[in-house]
């Protein structure tokens, strides 16, 4: 028999499906309970909406990712090894599951006028712990002195959201070879412009 527990995160894995395929503002709670295979009212037992859904599933993955910065931030690794486990951890994400990862970028990060501005803190503590990592890097001489922190960690951001949304619009996963590929010319595309 299913927990609380076990329902719950059906219910969670099911919105991420829709969310996908449907989009965030066209679905229904109806339409989570029937790909969960639940009653609707049993949605409405775990979450009071479906907004609430999707900040559930945002600030899950979100709060594992800010703990991975933070953990390399706070390794002996050089810099360039540090941003490389970010990206590699980001991009790895996509590739455990890239419908989770659409619904993150298309529904949340991208939305600035709704979930964006509504998860606006929390998406900065990203940008803070990638800046954190430069200016580490820029103070140990790793990286140019001239550097600003906030804008490459804007752009370090920007570039993986940017191959991510290309792989979403492509309609299909990306295949381990090219998720590696991407890992590693992203750190030398935005290093290449850091390094001293």
Same mark, same amino acid.
């Given at each position: ?7 719950? *995160? ?7 499906r ?10 229904r ?7 969960a295979?639940? $009653?609707y009212g049993?949605?409405?037992h775990y ?5 609430? /859904? ?7 993955r979100?709060?594992?990712m ?6 390399a931030? $706070?390794?002996?690794?050089?810099a *360039? ?9 980001i ?25 964006? *501005?509504?998860?606006r803190?929390? /998406?900065?503590?990203?940008? $803070?712990g990638?800046?954190?990592i430069?200016d ?7 990286f140019?002195?001239?550097i ?6 804007? $752009?370090?951001?920007?570039?993986v ?11 299909e996963?990306?295949?381990a070879a090219?998720?590696? *590929?991407?890992?590693?010319e /992203?750190?030398?595309? /935005? ?6």
């Amino acid at each position: 028999m299913a927990t609380a527990t076990d329902r719950r *995160r059906q219910i969670l894995d099911a919105a991420i499906r829709v969310f996908a395929d449907q989009g965030f503002h066209t679905c229904r709670v109806s339409d989570i309970a029937d790909a969960a295979g639940v $009653a609707y009212g049993l949605v409405y037992h775990y979450f009071t909406s479906k907004e609430q /859904i999707l900040d559930t599933l945002f600030l899950e993955r979100w709060d594992v990712m800010l703990d991975a910065i933070a953990e390399a931030d $706070a390794s002996d690794l050089r810099a *360039r090894t540090k941003l490389a486990t970010v990206a590699a951890f980001i991009l790895e994400s996509y590739g455990h599951d890239p419908a989770l990862m659409k619904v993150i970028i298309v529904e949340v990060t991208r939305a600035a006028n709704s979930f964006g *501005r509504t998860h606006r803190e929390k /998406i900065e503590q990203a940008f $803070a712990g990638v800046a954190s990592i430069v200016d580490a890097g820029r103070r140990a001489g790793e990286f140019r002195s001239g550097i600003d922190p906030t804008l490459a960690a804007q $752009a370090f951001f920007g570039l993986v959201e940017q191959v991510l949304t290309t792989w979403i619009f492509a309609g299909e996963p990306r295949p381990a070879a090219e998720i590696n *590929r991407a890992k590693r010319e /992203i750190v030398e595309i /935005i290093c290449g412009g850091l390094e001293a």
